[in-house]
């Protein structure tokens, strides 16, 4: 598949579970991003990582880890999650970091649910 | 602090209606706005931005900056414009995307 492609769809795990999530791009992009999407909350960007090098983390607890092996590839790992951490998880990536009106490619998401 | 607002969570339209969803920013450097869309059981995908200065779909947006606001009007509403409809705004150096809570377009036949 072309584009960004998140793995799993959905995922239900329990608070001392670890899960990852998966996010793969086929853009020859250099930036990668994880979001959070909460009900009735804006899209939050969580990190950003630009040729492998994580640029930003917008304070997010350290229970979330992100990991970027290579410009296609980005994890997050997810370690004793709370209730309210349940969300849909995005990934996004555009062609390079900090460039103005850059297009940012969104995969279908991950719903996660934590129980 | 940069901030987007959309004010309507859910705005209904007859087919054939000009529709305007609604769009202000807080940014106090050069904005860069734009509008994403997410067709049901689609992924969340760009519409247009304001420096382009293009109609996509039929719709249009017209930065307003002493209004502080990046409105997307269409003139007729389709059916298949219903749609979930994101505003963001890119700043800072690293053009970081803040995004609005979305307004949940529905276009009724």
């Known amino acids: 598949e072309t584009g960004v492609t998140q793995t799993p769809r959905h995922l239900v795990m329990g608070m001392t579970n670890k899960k990852s999530l998966k996010c793969e791009q086929h853009?020859?992009?250099?930036?990668m991003y994880w979001y959070k999407q909460s009900a009735k909350k804006p899209l939050e960007l969580m990190f950003v990582y630009s040729l492998e090098e994580r640029v930003e983390n917008n304070s997010v607890p350290s229970r979330f880890s992100p990991e970027c092996p290579n410009s296609s590839h980005l994890f997050l790992h997810l370690h004793t999650l709370q209730p309210e951490d349940s969300a849909l998880y995005l990934c996004?990536?555009?062609?390079?970091?900090?460039?103005?009106?850059?297009?940012?490619?969104f995969g279908q998401g991950t719903r996660l649910t934590v129980v | 602090a940069q901030r987007v607002t959309q004010p309507e969570k859910l705005l209904s339209v007859f087919k054939g209606a000009p529709v305007e969803l609604k769009c202000n920013y807080s940014?106090?450097?050069?904005?860069?706005l734009f509008w994403y869309v997410q067709y049901s059981r689609q992924r969340l995908q760009l519409l247009l931005r304001h420096i382009s200065r293009e109609s996509i779909k039929g719709f249009t947006a017209d930065l307003n900056k002493g209004e502080t606001s990046f409105h997307l009007k269409k003139p007729f509403a389709q059916e298949e414009d219903s749609a979930m409809y994101y505003c963001a705004l890119g700043s800072g150096s690293a053009r970081q995307l803040t995004f609005g809570s979305g307004t949940q377009l529905t276009v009724l036949p």
């Open positions: 940014y106090s450097g050069s904005p860069e």
């Open positions: 853009l020859g992009h250099n930036a």
């Open positions: 996004a990536s555009s062609r390079e970091y900090g460039v103005r009106n850059t297009e940012a490619f």
